[in-house]
């Protein structure tokens, strides 16, 4: 039976070992679901929603277990690993209002009524990465269940302890049997069959955009719905005209959170020539005021990357030449500990500036005015978030309306929130997730004719 390690990226200890689930194991899964959508379809609305309030108070009591099993599994910093586990209650708390909300339309026509039904899709599949394994998970889960659909989640590899925590709770909150699995195992052998098994009619793929290229062409074989969201290279813009204060002193952690591994970390930052100087000036001090320390200590604000293999990679950007024109600290010893480093590339071009690093490495970079702005924000394959730094409101509508990204904030850094879409532009995704019409992404729309005559 494979099975995988899972080591602790703090200190390098091992935690336990998972068994991962063979084919054999996701189609029983797979049919066992199929049973199991169909009743949970056929149960009252208010019954469905009140099981997923059930299944949000069952999160809450045991926001503290989540999130310390995060800060083990994952290096997460405890504090963060906190709101996560909150996070979860709330998603499910916002998509518990669908079941009784799944409106469909009446439409004028001649010699009858027209009416809509949106109908749960079946089965859907969820694979989630590994750098908010619980988050990313409920994002799927919560408005795909709330639709009337069952839900097989693949966790990351590295990173499947809180999924699997959550399994256990929905069965605790009085879920069906079989409603929701969560099958850890390897991409190529669980996520492969989510594509390719016939009666997973919905695949949610969250991860690198060369995986997802893959998913969607698997997908297009059966024509199965696809929601994709992947990678990106996003820009913090500050225009001269700023609060360039609180720019400064925001633009760390809108990089540095989650040691970086950040689909929505604003890795470059662009900076008005005129205020460049002055902008590092302020940048310096406050990345070096990061605190890098145990995940488990509640000042910590940055813990570990996620495996050796993850820091070798973000290791290969900052070769013993890179352009670094500061580091913060972070802690010796074991664990995969890498300082929130600031790079000043020599040209628009270089990976640095091109290549999503994933980790705590950002490159800052000098624009002229406003259309040299918006072109270098879009010279990026992706689209995902973004932030933008002015007092003039015109500027900050146009630049918003210029720059090719899924999610952007003007005058802060926050890409997310529960209750407003999420998701990407160009390489970075497909559809969108949260907000209030993430549960129709899980339904079929079918048209029904009664005729009058
Ligand atoms: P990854 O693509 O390596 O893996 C993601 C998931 O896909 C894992 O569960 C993995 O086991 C599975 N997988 C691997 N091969 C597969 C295959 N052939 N078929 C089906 N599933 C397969 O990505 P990762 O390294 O875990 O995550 C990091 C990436 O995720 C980054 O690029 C990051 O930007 C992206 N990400 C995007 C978002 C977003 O919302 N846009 C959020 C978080 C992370």
Request: proline share 10%.
């Given at each position: 039976m494979p099975s995988i390690e899972l080591i602790?990226?703090?200190?390098?200890t091992v935690l336990q070992t998972i068994l991962h689930t063979t084919i054999v194991e996701v189609d029983a899964a797979v049919a066992d679901a199929v049973t199991a959508q169909r009743g949970w379809a056929a149960l009252p609305p208010a019954e469905r929603a009140s099981a997923l309030r059930r299944f949000a108070a069952v999160v809450d009591a045991a926001t503290e277990e989540l999130a310390w099993l995060e800060v083990a599994n994952s290096g997460h910093p405890i504090g963060q690993a906190r709101w996560e586990a909150g996070h979860v209650r709330d998603v499910l708390t916002y998509y518990s209002a669908v079941p009784e909300r799944l409106l469909g339309k009446q439409i004028p026509v001649a010699g009858g009524i027209d009416i809509t039904f949106l109908e749960p899709i079946g089965v859907v599949g969820i694979i989630v990465p590994w750098n908010f394994p619980m988050t990313i998970a409920a994002w799927g889960f919560a408005p795909a269940l709330a639709a009337g659909n069952a839900v097989l989640v693949k966790p990351a590899e590295w990173t499947p302890l809180t999924a699997l925590r959550l399994e256990q709770l929905a069965l605790d909150a009085g879920l069906p049997e079989g409603l929701f699995r969560v099958l850890p195992g390897r991409g190529p052998v669980v996520g492969e069959r989510f594509v390719t098994h016939p009666q997973v009619r919905k695949v949610v793929f969250t991860g690198s955009t060369a995986t997802g290229k893959k998913v969607m062409a698997g997908c297009a074989d059966q024509v199965k719905a696809v929601t994709l969201e992947l990678g990106g290279k996003s820009a913090n813009i500050v225009f001269a005209d700023a609060d360039l204060e609180l720019a400064a002193s925001t633009a760390p952690y809108a990089v540095f959170d989650n040691a970086g591994q950040?689909?929505?970390?604003?890795?470059r930052i662009l900076v008005q020539s005129s205020v460049y100087d002055r902008f590092l000036e302020l940048l310096e001090p406050a990345v070096k005021a990061?605190?890098?320390?145990?995940?488990?200590?509640?000042?910590?604000e940055m813990g570990p990357l996620v495996s050796r293999a993850h820091f070798d990679k973000v290791s290969s950007y900052v070769?013993?030449?890179?352009?670094?024109?500061f580091r913060g600290s972070a802690p010796m010893g074991p664990g995969f500990w890498f300082p929130p480093t600031v790079l000043i590339p020599?040209?628009?071009?270089?990976r640095v500036v091109t290549e999503e690093i994933f980790g705590p490495v950002v490159s800052v970079l000098p624009f002229e005015d406003e259309a040299d702005a918006i072109a270098l924000a879009n010279a990026t394959e992706y689209g995902l978030a973004g932030s933008l730094w002015t007092r003039d409101i015109g500027r900050a509508l146009r630049v918003s309306r210029g720059v090719d990204s899924g999610n952007l904030s003007v005058n802060s850094n926050s890409a997310v929130r529960y209750s407003t879409p999420f998701g990407g532009f160009k390489q970075s995704g497909l559809g969108r997730e949260l907000?209030?019409?993430?549960?129709?992404?899980?339904t079929e729309t079918k048209n029904v004719f009664i005729s009058t005559d």
């Open positions: 602790n990226p703090a200190d390098e950040d689909c929505c970390a604003l890795s990061v605190k890098v320390g145990l995940p488990g200590d509640e000042a910590t070769p013993n030449d890179a352009q670094v024109a020599s040209s628009r071009t270089d907000g209030p019409d993430a549960a129709l992404s899980f």
